[in-house]
T-cell receptor
Framework: ELKVEQNPLFLSMQEGKNYTIYCNYSTTSDRLYWYRQDPGKSLESLFV?????AVKQEGRLMASLDTKARLSTLHITAAVHDLSATYFCAVLTYSGAGSYQLTFGKGTKLSVIP | GAVVSQHPSWVICKSGTSVKIECRSL??????MFWYRQFPKQSLMLMATSNEGSKATYEQGVEKDKFLINHASLTLSTLTVTSAHPEDSSFYICSAPRSRLAGVGRDTQYFGPGTRLTVL
């Protein structure tokens, strides 16, 4: 059974600071997603990482993937209040016959304090 | 703009009634859609995979007789919560993959805005 673990689950940080959220997964996959969720809302796609060593950046967020270590990171640079949300990683696995599914981590609730 | 819609956005119902939630892909066809459930302050849990023209595939522990899924067309999947009870109160989210390249159907998952179900 695939396990996806995020660390930390809760994060409170001051504006302007940097931090990294980690996502470990337990089985082989070369496709990993990061999503943002605001309270009461659905998921907003941030990044899809398709191969080992992939790095993507959008604004103050940068995501990377190490498929050998089964680890993805989401790095926050110079945090601002608008980044406060819950961040999920999700791993794609194939279950045969063309079917697949996403397994989500528990999420990291980020609060950026002015 | 949104590429997957859900209806309704929020529904409150009495215990014992049935509730239907629609998930539509806009401007693209989706032979597969996914239904998730999210309890407060928890992650998304996959309930079932909806397949157009065939039976849905349910995850372990999800009662197929309680959560009826019908993938009626290439743009519509419905989830019916039958005889709803307060413990079914949750945020239900659907998603659909959209091919950006021919034959590559897995790159982008589009999530609907979610349906909040409250059962009194």
């Amino acid at each position: 059974e695939l396990k996806v673990e995020q660390n930390p689950l809760f994060l409170s940080m001051q504006e302007g600071k940097n931090y990294t959220i980690y996502c470990n997964y337990s089985t082989t996959s070369d496709r990993l997603y990061w999503y943002r969720q605001d309270p009461g809302k659905s998921l907003e796609s941030l990044f899809v990482l398709l191969s080992n060593g992939a790095v993507k950046q959008e604004g103050r967020l940068m995501a990377s993937l190490d498929t050998k270590a089964r680890l993805s990171t989401l790095h926050i640079t110079a945090a601002v209040h608008d980044l406060s949300a819950t961040y999920f990683c999700a791993v794609l696995t194939y279950s045969g016959a063309g079917s697949y599914q996403l397994t989500f981590g528990k999420g990291t609730k980020l609060s950026v304090i002015p | 703009g949104a590429v997957v819609s859900q209806h309704p956005s929020w529904v409150i119902c009495k215990s014992g009634t049935s509730v239907k939630i629609e998930c539509r892909s806009l401007d693209f066809q989706a032979t597969t859609m996914f239904w998730y459930r999210q309890f407060p302050k928890q992650s998304l849990m996959l309930m079932a995979t909806s397949n157009e023209g065939s039976k849905a595939t349910y995850e372990q522990g999800v009662e197929k007789d309680k959560f009826l899924i019908n993938h009626a067309s290439l743009t519509l999947s419905t989830l019916t919560v039958t005889s709803a009870h307060p413990e079914d109160s949750s945020f239900y989210i659907c998603s659909a993959p959209r091919s950006r390249l021919a034959g590559v159907g897995r790159d982008t998952q589009y999530f609907g805005p979610g349906t909040r179900l409250t059962v009194l």
